[in-house]
């Protein structure tokens, strides 16, 4: 089954303890990239990768880490998490290309205290 | 400061009804606008998408209104069912950054029995 997969589904934790959320797909595909969800302001990049060890900074990349050093996944690193971090968090995957269709994961809560 | 307004925030609509979700864009590089349903627990899906050389497509019970010169786009839901309950995100593509979507801020729909 095509899929993107995120872990951990649900995480609580507090300021500065760093963290990692893990996203792989199984589709091949070229391009991936995180968003996060806040009410109101629907979904905002934080970064994007079009390809392996490619990676560049969305529209609220401040506090985040990336790397894509396989194809397959594309973790988001909280060096130091604060309280303005606590979000609902997508990974998507897509074939590069206007018209492709970005697959989403389910997606991570994170609370940070 | 979003570059893709998206209206009304909150939707009720009764079994049998037309939803009509607004979006507004002021980037004319946009190349690409795809509507993204999603259910609480998941994450986006794409629903339906449109380019803006086109001014209406149609699948099934969805369609999309496209006015360019207006800069604006609309999403119709004809003959609405509960199972359409959803939040529906409409979004832009922007190509000069890889594949990058904008979102608007997302519209909670329910459709009433």
């Known amino acids: 089954e095509a899929q993107v997969t995120q872990n951990p589904r649900y995480l609580i934790t507090v300021t500065g303890k760093k963290l990692t959320v893990t996203c792989s797909q199984n589709?091949?595909?070229?391009?991936m990239s995180w968003y996060r969800q806040d009410p109101g302001l629907g979904l905002r990049q934080i970064y994007y990768?079009?390809?392996?060890?490619?990676?560049d900074k969305g529209d609220v990349p401040e506090g985040y880490k990336v790397s894509r050093k396989e194809k397959r996944n594309f973790p988001l690193i909280l060096e130091s998490p604060s309280p303005n971090q606590t979000s609902l968090y997508f990974c998507?995957?897509?074939?590069?290309?206007?018209?492709?269709?970005?697959?989403f994961g389910d997606g991570t809560r994170l609370s940070i205290l | 400061q979003q570059q893709v307004k998206q209206s009304p925030q909150s939707l009720i609509v009764q079994k049998g009804g037309i939803s009509i979700i607004n979006c507004a864009y002021e980037?004319?590089?946009?190349?690409?606008f795809p509507w993204y349903q999603q259910f609480p627990g998941k994450g986006p899906a794409l629903l339906i998408a449109i380019r803006p050389d086109v001014s209406e497509k149609k699948e099934g019970r969805f369609t999309i209104s496209f006015n360019k010169s207006a800069k604006q786009f609309s999403l119709h839901i004809m003959d609405s069912q509960p199972g359409d309950s959803a939040t529906y995100f409409c979004a832009a593509h922007y190509n000069n950054a890889g594949n990058m979507l904008t979102f608007g801020g997302g519209t909670r729909l329910m459709v009433k029995p």
């Open positions: 980037n004319t590089a946009f190349d690409y």
């Open positions: 589709m091949n595909h070229e391009y």
């Open positions: 998507a995957s897509s074939n590069d290309g206007s018209n492709q269709p970005q697959h």
């Open positions: 990768s079009m390809n392996v060890e490619v990676t």
